[in-house]
């Protein structure tokens, strides 16, 4: 799947989305990627954003409790 930002965060317009799912034994991977940033700073800023995110989506995945990320 692949989201291509137009309007919101006004910093990640022009910038990529993209999920892939491949099946895999007794499972799948997911394989996740936002790009097209425009400088070395953005980049790291959405990486640590999304990696907390991702962490939180795992512990979801795997208990079944929500708890967001940005209360």
Do not use: C, N
Not at 13 to 33: A, H, N, P
């Amino acid at each position: 799947m692949v989201w291509p930002t137009e309007t919101f965060p006004p910093h990640w317009v022009g910038t990529t989305i993209r999920w892939e799912v491949d099946e895999r034994e007794g499972g799948s991977t997911v394989r996740f990627r936002h790009g097209s940033f425009g400088d070395d700073w953005e980049t790291g800023a959405v990486a640590y954003t999304w990696g907390q995110i991702m962490v939180k989506l795992k512990q979801y995945v795997e208990t079944g409790t929500p708890d967001p990320v940005f209360v």
